[in-house]
């Protein structure tokens, strides 16, 4: 008894359909990248003078933008007013000045990270380790 299947069939593309398939992908790469960096894009800010812990949940609502920051170490201290177009950066910056508070930025990610000036644990990252 013989089965018979039928043969595999094989779709060719042209090679030049993959390279369009393959910068399609490249360019959307590109700009959901683009859009998620936080120097470019200015937004309308309101924040009035606030307790910082208060401001930076305001900051995080109005900017999209995600930020590191302790709760205890920035809860007292307040912050001083933005309105206007800014980018993230900008904004934090100028909500930050003139207060205890610095803004570090992660060279690799880009994460905003806020910290009080005088904080025994603001350089653990550069801190050389402790050796035992």
Avoid at 14 to 24: E, G, K, Q, T, Y
Avoid at 84 to 89: C, K, Q
């Amino acid at each position: 008894m013989t089965i018979l299947s039928p043969t595999p069939t094989r779709i060719y593309f042209p090679w030049w359909s993959l390279c369009a398939i393959f910068m399609a992908c490249l360019v959307t790469a590109t700009a959901v990248t683009a859009l998620n960096t936080t120097d470019g894009r200015k937004k309308n800010y309101v924040l009035p003078a606030d307790d910082a812990s208060v401001a930076l949940r305001k900051f995080v609502e109005q900017s999209g933008e995600q930020i590191i920051y302790l709760e205890n170490q920035v809860r007292g201290i307040k912050t001083k007013p933005v309105q206007g177009s800014f980018n993230a950066r900008e904004a934090i910056e100028q909500m930050t000045a003139d207060t205890v508070l610095i803004v570090v930025e992660d060279k690799e990610t880009g994460a905003l990270m806020i910290q009080r000036r005088d904080s025994p644990e603001k350089n653990v990252l550069t801190r050389p380790a402790e050796r035992t």
